[in-house]
């Protein structure tokens, strides 16, 4: 493992630049994710041919890599072909089966350009991500967003004002409130390296590291609810946490809204990453209509 080095802040400049330059549509591809989940994941990168290397060695999935990132930005086949043939032989040597995971369809062409018949593909379904028009999720146009208009209106008809309040240092202690709420009913496994309450913390804890904003909802005189979010590349954002207090009728989809509609106006799509094969959590997202869905895929060779 001398060759792939653990993710600290120290690779957050050098992580930007080059997923500026790539300009991502998959949700997992900035820093701030990679090291919100990096004990997940059990990650860690190299530089190989030009291009950034991550591989993931997580206690819940067999070891796989993500699929290799021009460090420039523009693909070059023979240095990406080299890089895909190293880390085959790295994993080799592991005594891994060599794989690529969530590997999305416009790097799934180059995999198979590099490995042939060797390429064994499955869709990942569950790591699928659900892209919408920024402008639907502000505005809630037509017939088919009557429902979420109606959640809102049954919101404002019982409790009759709220408050939008960014998230600052000031009160990064109600988000934790939320995120604590919200883990003590859902989350079965407390272990830290594979719970989203302490991925959030890693946000919280060093909020103004990065390139990030978040909202709160506060609610008869009570934080309620909150989001984070960031620009995934510069036509998409990407929100990364959404919690609310379920039995306020309505919550939800009013934080939806008001995030983007203070936030991310200005941007074409925002991204609501995957479902995780979570029945609830799909019918939710489905019922937002997405513009599209980017596809992932697991590459065995």
């Given at each position: 493992m001398d060759t792939f080095k653990s993710i600290s802040f120290e690779e957050q400049d050098l992580f930007n630049e080059i997923f500026g330059r790539t300009k991502p549509v998959a949700s997992e591809f900035t820093f701030a994710y990679l090291f919100m989940w990096r004990r997940d994941y059990n990650l860690s990168y190299a530089i190989i041919e030009d291009h950034l290397c991550l591989?993931?060695?997580?206690?819940?999935?067999?070891?796989?890599?993500?699929?290799?990132i021009p460090v420039g930005g523009e693909y070059d086949p023979p240095k990406f072909y080299r890089a895909c043939r190293w880390i085959e032989e790295y994993f080799r040597d592991m005594g891994f089966q060599p794989m690529f995971a969530r590997v999305?369809?416009?790097?799934?062409?180059?995999?198979?350009?590099v490995f042939g018949d060797r390429a064994e593909i499955t869709p990942l379904e569950n790591t699928f991500d659900?892209?919408?028009?920024?402008?639907?999720?502000?505005?809630?146009?037509?017939k088919k967003y009557s429902s979420?208009?109606?959640?809102?209106?049954?919101?404002?008809?019982?409790?009759?004002?709220?408050?939008?309040v960014p998230v600052s240092e000031n009160n990064i202690q109600e988000c934790k409130r939320i995120i604590d709420a919200w883990a003590d009913l859902h989350e079965t496994n407390t272990d830290p390296d594979h719970s989203e309450r302490y991925?959030?913390?890693?946000?919280?804890?060093?909020?103004?590291?990065?390139?990030?904003?978040?909202?709160?909802?506060?609610?008869?005189?009570?934080?309620?609810?909150f989001t984070i979010g960031e620009l995934l590349n510069p036509e998409t954002a990407v929100v990364r946490i959404e919690k609310a207090n379920a039995e306020i009728h309505g919550l939800y989809t009013l934080i939806n809204?008001?995030?983007?509609?203070?936030?991310?106006?200005?941007?074409?799509?925002?991204?609501?990453?995957?479902?995780?094969?979570?029945?609830?959590?799909?019918?939710?997202?489905?019922?937002?209509n997405p513009a599209f869905m980017v596809n992932k895929f697991l590459v065995k060779v």
């Open positions: 591989v993931s060695q997580s206690k819940a999935y067999k070891p796989y890599s993500f699929c290799p999305s369809e416009g790097c799934l062409g180059r995999l198979i350009d659900y892209v919408y028009n920024a402008s639907d999720l502000i505005n809630l146009p037509g979420k208009r109606n959640h809102i209106h049954q919101f404002m008809r019982k409790y009759g004002e709220y408050e939008y991925a959030c913390y890693e946000l919280l804890d060093n909020w103004g590291k990065f390139q990030v904003k978040g909202a709160l909802i506060k609610v008869n005189g009570r934080f309620e609810a809204r008001d995030f983007c509609a203070n936030e991310w106006s200005h941007v074409k799509y925002v991204n609501r990453e995957e479902d995780l094969g979570i029945e609830g959590l799909r019918k939710s997202k489905l019922s937002y």
